[in-house]
T-cell receptor
Framework: LAKTTQPISMDSYEGQEVNITCSHN???????ITWYQQFPSQGPRFIIQ???TKVTNEVASLFIPADRKSSTLSLPRVSLSDTAVYYC??????????????????FGTGTLLAVQP | DGGITQSPKYLFRKEGQNVTLSCEQN?????MYWYRQDPGQGLRLIYY???????QKGDIAEGYSVSREKKESFPLTVTSAQKNPTAFYLC??????????FGPGTRLTVT
């Protein structure tokens, strides 16, 4: 399973765009890249997932270069409520004994994003 | 409302006692997972289950046990063999090849 490296912390101000970059040099061909958000004493929440190029949803964009050895989560116009830990994961989606696929994800320590007024 | 529930939110136990953490989901997901999180750390996978009556060890299964008798339920027992049981425990579920949905967590303190 590929290991990910991301900054321990980042600071930003309300209204700014925030880009969090994650390195995953050993990503395998079948691996997807997934980002989760976690607030203190809560379970993580799925933000976005991608395989290559760019993916955009209502809350974020994910940029993945052609070599897929890194990825960048982009949060447009952050607010105070975006202060949280953001995890970059490389998912090993594999076929189990019964044929069903399971996302066996490895969570690192994440990036603590602190948004200030 | 569909979702995952974990109970209780806070749990206190004496050292040497087994304790069972509850996890229930009504999302009709096949796969369920248990993670442990220590302060300032990421999540570590304890056990996961892809289907009823089957489960697999994760990265830190020693000192834990699970059962999956029903699709909706995946209880975790922290046994007295677990050397450092105090932690934040998170349960999750997913459909095949999709993102995981997490419960609110149970904070276990063993003294």
């Amino acid at each position: 399973l590929a290991k990910t490296t991301q900054p321990i912390s980042m600071d930003s101000y309300e209204g700014q765009e925030v880009n969090i970059t994650c390195s995953h040099n050993n990503i395998a061909t079948n691996d997807y890249i997934t980002w989760y958000q976690q607030f203190p004493s809560q379970g993580p929440r799925f933000i976005i997932q991608g395989y290559k190029t760019k993916v955009t949803n209502e809350v974020a964009s994910l940029f993945i270069p052609a070599d897929r050895k890194s990825s960048t989560l982009s949060l447009p116009r952050v607010s105070l409520s975006d202060t949280a830990v953001y995890y970059c994961l490389v998912g090993d989606i594999f076929r189990g004994r019964y044929g069903g696929a399971t996302n066996k994800l490895i969570f690192g320590t994440g990036t603590l994003l602190a948004v200030q007024p | 409302d569909g979702g995952i529930t974990q109970s209780p939110k806070y749990l206190f136990r004496k050292e040497g006692q087994n304790v069972t953490l509850s996890c229930e989901q009504n999302l009709n997901h096949d796969a369920m997972y248990w993670y442990r999180q220590d302060p300032g750390q990421g999540l570590r996978l304890i056990y996961y289950s892809q289907i009823v009556n089957d489960f697999q060890k994760g990265d830190i299964a020693e000192g834990y046990s699970v059962s999956r008798e029903k699709k909706e339920s995946f209880p975790l027992t922290v046994t007295s063999a677990q050397k450092n049981p105090t932690a934040f425990y998170l349960c999750a579920s997913s459909r095949t090849e999709s993102e995981q949905y997490f419960g609110p967590g149970t904070r276990l303190t063993v003294t």
